[in-house]
């Protein structure tokens, strides 16, 4: 695609349950990160993909969060028994590598833990 | 541990008018890169501009310029002729060179800017 997308939008989950976002990069972009948004915040290295490979995930808070990009592109982020404390924007973005190119951002998913 | 603080919470600029964003930071690195992004209501972060640390040449975009000074680790980004669509919230990041690009940002500055 032209940019990186990420679904879905919005997310609204009862604590407890199971959530996955899913981050879509710009064709070619080796380089994949997550990063979480609290309101009125900066965003926090959550992890670091290249290629299929987790090369950084020490940003994930807890056992609760997993990541995953298996085939080197698409990425799901997933969080085990939701807590409101996880309620944030979730941004992804992607870099054609890590070495210091640009990144290019998501629109965001916002979730919303009730 | 390698911090970014932007100690303007809000700022606001009349249109046509200029207007500077502070940040500062706190490294041991001495090879980094340091970039301005642009957050508007839409949520998509923009680039608006990065500054090797190699380099003693203040970056330039446009109506986006940067003071860069290395030894008091500040990275300040002016707004020059400041339009509407320059309403946003600014973060200012740091990238080091050795950790595969992930960016530490600040907490960020709201800069409304009025007719």
């Known amino acids: 695609g032209a940019g990186v997308s990420q679904t879905p939008s919005n997310k609204v989950t009862e604590k407890g349950k199971y959530v996955e976002l899913r981050c879509d990069p710009i064709?070619?972009?080796?380089?994949l990160y997550w990063y979480r948004q609290s309101l009125g915040q900066g965003p926090e290295f959550l992890i670091y993909?290249?290629?299929?490979?987790?090369?950084?995930d020490s940003g994930l808070p807890n056992d609760r969060f997993f990541a995953v990009r298996p085939e080197g592109s698409v990425s799901t982020l997933k969080i085990q028994r939701t807590e409101r404390g996880d309620s944030a924007m979730y941004l992804c973005?992607?870099?054609?590598?890590?070495?210091?190119?640009?990144?290019?951002f998501g629109q965001g998913t916002r979730l919303t833990v009730v | 541990a390698q911090t970014v603080t932007q100690s303007q919470p809000e700022m606001s600029v009349q249109e046509a008018e200029t207007v500077t964003l502070s940040c500062t930071y706190d490294?041991?690195?001495?090879?980094?890169?340091l970039f301005w992004y642009k957050q508007p209501p839409s949520r998509q972060m923009i680039l608006v501009i990065r500054?090797?640390?190699?380099?003693?040449q203040n970056a330039t975009e446009n109506r986006f310029s940067v003071n860069f000074q290395k030894a008091a680790k500040s990275f300040s980004l002016k707004i020059s002729d400041s339009q509407l669509g320059d309403t946003a919230m600014y973060f200012c990041?740091?990238?080091?060179?050795?950790?595969?690009?992930?960016?530490?940002f600040g907490q960020g500055t709201e800069l409304s800017v009025k007719p």
């Open positions: 500054q090797e640390a190699y380099k003693q």
């Open positions: 973005a992607s870099r054609v590598s890590s070495m210091n190119t640009e990144a290019f």
């Open positions: 990041a740091f990238n080091p060179y050795n950790q595969g690009g992930k960016l530490i």
């Open positions: 064709s070619g972009h080796t380089a």
């Open positions: 490294t041991s690195e001495n090879n980094y890169y």
């Open positions: 993909f290249q290629g299929t490979g987790a090369a950084d």
